[in-house]
């Protein structure tokens, strides 16, 4: 894993840190039966109103469809080819079961074409393979876990990031999740074995505003230089600080707990996550 830094020869090169391609991904064009059109919405509804601020643009994208609930137990799958994906920050690996389906997954750390992966209750606890947590050795680091069984991987899918199973109590495996915080999930939940690959993802520096709309994202203003009919947070003579920081709707940010105290999965929490 490595990242390309540039000499400043335009302005937009001087901050500019990618990722390398080359030697991690072997295929450029995604597999056409598991890909389907993306619309852009451009942050408006189903009225054409716009809903959700600082959007628009970007480059045309077309979705892979990523198997996130790794069903096609004990069949072997053999890794075709490591490909990148636009619409996330890890790499997919795309499989060749032995009964003649294709699938996606979210690409671990040391995963390389060629390597067979399966799924299931009785495979080995091995890095890309997809078991239930009663069958993962405590200590293990997993990605891609389910929060509920057969609902599909939920949590820890994003490049370089990973849990660690605990212990287990009961019926539950007690997890501690990216973010720090520890809880508990069924042991009938699925988890996949291993690191989410492309780790280096968190070193990428864009080095330039026209990166960002390549991406979607438009200018985004504060709250302070706005007016006061505008934001809670504008006006005032001269420049201010803009007071107690808060939305735009008026609700508290930095700091305010935002959590419905009487929410039914807190049960299952067992640490907060750390600040």
Not at 7 to 27: D, M
Not at 28 to 57: A, C, F, Q, W
Not at 179 to 202: F, W
């Amino acid at each position: 894993m490595a990242v390309r830094k540039f000499k400043p020869t335009t302005p937009g090169q001087r901050h500019k840190v990618i990722g390398v391609f080359k030697g991690q991904i072997t295929a450029t064009t995604p597999e056409k039966s598991l890909t389907v059109g993306k619309r852009s919405t451009g942050g408006r509804n189903s009225s054409g109103h716009l809903s959700t601020r600082y959007r628009g643009g970007g480059h045309k994208r077309k979705l892979r469809l990523i198997d996130f609930k790794r069903t096609n137990d004990g069949v072997p799958a053999t890794v075709k080819s490591i490909e990148y994906d636009p619409n996330r920050s890890a790499r997919i690996a795309l499989l060749y079961y032995k009964d003649g389906s294709k699938a996606y997954m979210i690409a671990p750390n040391g995963l390389e074409v060629g390597q067979v992966v399966m799924s299931g209750a009785d495979v080995a606890p091995e890095v890309g393979n997809c078991l239930p947590l009663a069958n993962i050795p405590v200590g293990t680091l997993i990605h891609c876990i389910e929060l509920r069984p057969g609902q599909g991987a939920s949590m820890a899918r994003s490049a370089g990031t990973f849990a660690q199973l605990t212990s287990r109590e009961g019926d539950y495996a007690i997890i501690k999740l990216p973010s720090g915080e520890t809880r508990k999930v069924l042991l009938a939940c699925r988890a996949t074995v291993g690191v989410v690959g492309n780790s280096d993802h968190a070193l990428e520096s864009s080095g330039k505003a026209g990166r960002s709309r390549w991406l979607g994202r438009r200018p985004h203003n504060r709250g302070v230089v706005m007016n006061p009919v505008d934001h809670p947070m504008g006006g005032g003579e001269g420049r201010q600080s803009g007071g107690h920081p808060r939305s735009r709707t008026g609700l508290y940010a930095k700091g305010l707990k935002t959590r419905s105290p009487k929410k039914h999965s807190s049960k299952y929490i067992i640490e907060r996550r750390k600040k």
